[in-house]
């Protein structure tokens, strides 16, 4: 019934959230949750807030819900996935989540295990991702 939910109204983590607080459950039944959300330097993809992605932005209670609440692992990619290191973004993170979730780590590059989070006060933070730490390149 939830998945069939899910599939009917899909949207930026706002179903997920819906379904852990209709069926508490559902935090344990997914073997794993691919979230293409978040970004991890603050630039976000949203005119009107220039530091947020758009799913943790449309509904940052949500996207907090979901990483609070859910009981299996959650693999995030972040907008900036496909940022290059000459700063060009190419528009095919969605695509990127999808291949994880297929291909698992055939793909990826970096894997960190990090507690995150979603701020939610705040006139310029609120929708911010927020990880445990962003020196994961110096541990």
Same mark, same amino acid.
């Given at each position: 019934?939830?998945?069939?939910? $899910?599939?009917?109204? @899909?949207?930026?983590?706002?179903? =997920?959230?819906?379904? $852990? &607080?209709?069926? @508490?459950?559902?935090?344990?039944r @997914?073997?794993?949750?691919?979230?293409m959300?978040?970004?991890?330097?603050? =630039?976000?993809?949203?005119?009107?807030?220039?530091?947020?992605? *758009? &799913?943790? #932005?449309?509904? @940052?209670e949500?996207?907090?819900?979901?990483?609070?609440?859910?009981?299996?692992?959650?693999?995030?990619?972040p /907008?900036?996935?496909?940022?290059?290191?000459?700063?060009?973004?190419? #528009? *095919? !993170?969605?695509?990127?989540? !999808?291949?994880?979730?297929? +291909?698992?780590?055939?793909?990826?590059?970096?894997?960190?295990?990090?507690?995150? +989070?979603?701020?939610?006060?705040?006139e310029?933070?609120?929708? =911010?991702?927020?990880?445990?730490? $962003?020196? /994961? &390149?110096?541990?």
């Open positions: 019934m939830t998945a069939l939910f $899910l599939r009917k109204f @899909p949207g930026p983590l706002t179903n =997920i959230a819906l379904a $852990l &607080n209709l069926d @508490p459950k559902f935090a344990k @997914p073997t794993e949750t691919v979230i959300g978040g970004n991890v330097y603050g =630039i976000g993809n949203i005119d009107a807030k220039h530091t947020a992605e *758009f &799913n943790f #932005g449309a509904d @940052p949500a996207a907090y819900v979901v990483l609070e609440r859910m009981r299996c692992p959650l693999t995030i990619v /907008w900036e996935a496909t940022c290059f290191e000459n700063d060009d973004m190419l #528009g *095919f !993170v969605d695509e990127v989540a !999808v291949a994880y979730a297929l +291909s698992g780590d055939k793909i990826v590059k970096k894997h960190r295990m990090l507690r995150a +989070s979603v701020e939610l006060s705040g310029y933070t609120r929708h =911010i991702f927020i990880l445990q730490s $962003l020196l /994961w &390149n110096m541990v």
